[in-house]
T-cell receptor
């Protein structure tokens, strides 16, 4: 059974600081996605990582994938309050059919002034 | 258009009621999904439809009954639910990855907040 773990579960950081969220998963996969969720809202797609060594950047967020280590990271640079949300990684083990996403535990990010 | 539309946004139902959740997408995706999300937890997969056929049922109780009338529509019929079924129900769609690795990024609807009383 695929297990996906994120750490930390909760992150309080000051504006302007940098930090990294980690996503570890238990079985081989080269398809990993990052989503953002605001309270009471749905999931917004942030990054699609489809190969070992993939790196994507959007604004203050950068995501990477190391399939050998079964690890993805989401790096936050110079955090701003608008980034406060819950961030999920999700792994698709690819069984040759439709996606079967298993989500990580989520990291609740709170950016304070 | 990368939109997945779900109706209703909110639903309150009694334990003896029958109701349906609806989901629609016009991205040409041939895979559609139902996820359930309890408060402060990650989404959990319930059902997967691939080319309008049910391909995955994650051991969901029979009081939840999915239906895929065509490639754009997905329904979830609800009957005799329990209060613990109260949650956010998310519909998603993606390209279908059969036969070769490809981007199966899932696009999510806004969800239906369901309360069972």
């Amino acid at each position: 059974e695929l297990k996906v773990e994120q750490n930390p579960l909760f992150l309080s950081m000051q504006e302007g600081k940098n930090y990294t969220i980690y996503c570890n998963y238990s079985t081989t996969s080269d398809r990993l996605y990052w989503y953002r969720q605001d309270p009471g809202k749905s999931l917004e797609s942030l990054f699609v990582l489809l190969s070992n060594g993939a790196v994507k950047q959007e604004g203050r967020l950068m995501a990477s994938l190391d399939t050998k280590a079964r690890l993805s990271t989401l790096h936050i640079t110079a955090a701003v309050h608008d980034l406060s949300a819950t961030y999920f990684c999700a792994v698709d083990p690819y069984t040759g059919t439709a996606s079967k996403l298993t989500f990580g535990t989520g990291t609740r990010l709170q950016v304070t002034l | 258009d990368t939109e997945v539309t779900q109706t209703p946004k909110h639903l309150v139902m009694g334990m003896t009621n029958k109701k349906s959740l609806k989901c629609e997408q016009h991205m040409g995706h041939r895979a559609m999904y139902w996820y359930k999300q309890k408060a402060k937890k990650p989404p959990e997969l319930m059902f997967v439809y691939s080319y309008e056929k049910l391909s995955i049922n994650e051991s969901v109780p029979s009081r939840f009954s999915p239906e895929c009338p065509n490639s754009s529509l997905l329904n979830l019929h609800l009957h005799a639910l329990q209060p613990e079924d109260s949650a956010l129900y998310l519909c998603a769609s993606s390209q279908e990855g059969q036969g070769h690795p490809m981007n199966t990024e899932a696009f999510f609807g806004q969800g239906t907040r369901l309360t069972v009383v």
